[in-house]
């Protein structure tokens, strides 16, 4: 769907839209988060489970990007084209919702971030934190509106410095690293059995989902590229080198404090872990570095959000209106709605009394999601054997490989994280599809089929149950 000028974006440039979009509010919280779990041997199963998982649904986006290169919306066009109409429209409608809450979750870590300094913004999600999350909201969607092209090269460049910082807490840690202060941590601070180590595991489970997401950027922006091979290397080499990032952070922490101690840090707690090592200015060093971070993943996922619901619209999804674009090429309505919506979540952090895990988790819910789907469409290809050649099934037995295990990581996933953040999706989900009513409408169609009315019911049934739920105190934000 785009033209030869269009496909402008190298390996290297999709490549940093995919470490771009994951790295952002979530590894500079990853000390604490842990900490607060479990110790080295719990945070070494978590990441075994979850870097696996990912992995194989990269390898799956991989797969895909090669064997349907028409498909160039990436993370919901899998699931119309497989499962029909009002799944893909799931998909869409998952991956944007969420990645709202995402952007969301950025504004209230930068403001918790300068609550340390500035006591009025509190925990970030004070009226005056709000305040001014919502001029730097508005002041980059209008520097957006002035052209993508203009905010993808930004995010380059933010890309690179946000990095830096990153590895300079790793190398000052590993320099400053105990091996006894690591063993004394290493069970948790405890004697724990396997039940009690899974536990603690498991409790990291959707805070794992969240510092991955972003695995699918190169996918989605898959139409601008030059190349559509590059899509599937930039996606899986992006994520091997955020996975190592992520697992460095987390780990090294035990070898220069106590587990005790790392979890009553503050976020972002790795501010604190190098403050203990070299001082003060190690607080202020990767607080900066965490702002710089978070304001060019909150750039990539603008970009993210506003380019889904555009392409959603193109493939008849959500109504004609959110393909409409300015002068310089920014779908401009579909990126008035997604910081609309972002507005909207900024002001109900006000009332939740811990805004970061809740929309932090959230947004791990809603983007699991759409990533079952696209595991599903790729176990689809491989069974029904469409795209393949006749002859020995060893790389479609691969193939079928990476997305069976992608599809249970993400089933485990949505299980482990918890039935009340189904309903809360739900919540959303349940008033979010009169979109694609209006969309079905204006082209005059039917509605549902049969399933879908059923699937439709189901999570208007989960709506009703989530809003009982909060009324009643069952779920609290």
Same mark, same amino acid.
């Given at each position: 769907m785009s033209t030869e000028s269009e496909r402008n974006l190298t390996r290297t440039t999709m490549m940093g839209m995919v470490v771009g979009s994951m790295v952002g509010a979530g590894i500079f919280s990853l000390p604490a988060t842990f900490g607060n779990a479990t110790g080295p041997f719990g945070a070494l199963i978590a990441w075994a489970i979850a870097g696996t998982g990912m992995l194989m649904l990269a390898f799956v986006f991989q797969f895909l990007a090669v064997r349907k290169p028409d498909l160039d919306a990436g993370i919901f066009t899998y699931a119309k084209e497989g499962f029909g109409n009002y799944l893909g429209f799931i998909a869409a409608f998952g991956f944007w919702a969420g990645s709202c809450l995402g952007n969301t979750t950025y504004f209230v870590l930068i403001k918790s971030t300068l609550g340390a300094a500035i006591p009025v913004f509190g925990e970030g999600n004070t009226v005056p934190a709000v305040a001014v999350s919502s001029v730097i909201l508005w002041s980059i969607h209008f520097m957006i509106l002035r052209g993508v092209k203009q905010a993808a090269f930004i995010n380059k460049v933010v890309t690179v410095a946000k990095i830096v910082p990153i590895?300079?807490?790793?190398?000052?840690?590993?320099?400053?690293?105990?091996?006894?202060?690591?063993?004394?941590?290493?069970?948790?601070?405890?004697?724990?059995?396997?039940?009690?180590?899974?536990?603690?595991?498991?409790?990291?489970?959707?805070?794992?989902?969240?510092?991955?997401?972003?695995?699918?950027?190169?996918?989605?922006?898959?139409?601008?590229?030059?190349?559509?091979?590059?899509?599937?290397?930039?996606?899986?080499?992006?994520?091997?080198?955020? =996975?190592? &990032?992520?697992?460095?952070?987390?780990? =090294?922490?035990?070898?220069?404090?106590?587990?005790?101690?790392?979890?009553?840090?503050?976020?972002?707690?790795?501010?604190? @872990?190098?403050?203990?090592?070299?001082?003060?200015?190690?607080?202020?060093?990767?607080?900066?570095?965490?702002? @710089?971070?978070?304001?060019?993943?909150?750039?990539?996922?603008?970009?993210?959000?506003?380019?889904?619901?555009?392409?959603?619209?193109?493939?008849?999804? @959500?109504?004609?209106?959110?393909?409409?674009?300015?002068?310089?090429?920014?779908?401009?309505?579909? &990126?008035? =709605?997604?910081?609309?919506?972002?507005?909207?979540?900024?002001?109900?952090?006000?009332?939740?009394?811990?805004?970061?895990?809740?929309?932090?988790?959230?947004?791990?819910?809603?983007?699991?999601?759409?990533? &079952?789907?696209?595991?599903?469409?790729?176990?689809?290809?491989?069974?029904?054997?469409?795209?393949?050649?006749?002859?020995?099934?060893? &790389?479609?037995?691969?193939?079928m490989i990476f997305a069976s295990i992608a599809i249970i990581y993400a089933i485990f996933m949505i299980i482990a994280g918890g039935l009340e953040y189904v309903l809360l999706a739900c919540i959303l989900f349940a008033p979010g599809t009169l979109l694609f009513i209006l969309a079905r409408r204006e082209l005059r169609l039917s509605t549902f089929t049969l399933p879908e009315l059923i699937l439709f019911g189901a999570t208007v049934v989960g709506a009703i149950i989530g809003i009982y739920s909060l009324a009643t105190g069952a779920i609290t934000l």
């Open positions: 590895i300079i807490f790793i190398v000052i840690l590993a320099f400053a690293f105990k091996k006894d202060l690591f063993a004394e941590n290493f069970w948790g601070g405890g004697d724990y059995n396997f039940r009690d180590v899974m536990g603690q595991v498991r409790r990291t489970m959707l805070v794992t989902v969240f510092v991955f997401i972003g695995v699918e950027g190169a996918s989605v922006f898959s139409r601008y590229a030059k190349n559509r091979a590059d899509v599937g290397w930039a996606t899986v080499m992006g994520f091997i080198g955020v =996975l190592c &990032l992520m697992v460095l952070v987390t780990l =090294l922490p035990y070898g220069v404090m106590l587990r005790p101690e790392i979890a009553d840090l503050r976020q972002p707690s790795m501010a604190g @872990v190098l403050q203990a090592v070299v001082g003060t200015w190690g607080a202020v060093f990767i607080s900066a570095g965490l702002i @710089v971070s978070v304001l060019g993943a909150y750039l990539a996922w603008t970009l993210l959000c506003a380019e889904a619901l555009f392409t959603a619209s193109r493939y008849e999804l @959500v109504p004609k209106v959110f393909e409409r674009e300015n002068k310089n090429g920014v779908p401009s309505v579909a &990126l008035w =709605l997604t910081n609309i919506l972002v507005q909207i979540f900024l002001i109900l952090t006000i009332f939740a009394q811990y805004a970061f895990d809740l929309t932090l988790e959230m947004t791990s819910s809603m983007t699991l999601i759409p990533y &079952l789907l696209v595991a599903a469409y790729g176990l689809k290809l491989t069974l029904t054997r469409e795209t393949y050649t006749p002859g020995p099934g060893s &790389l479609r037995n691969r193939e």
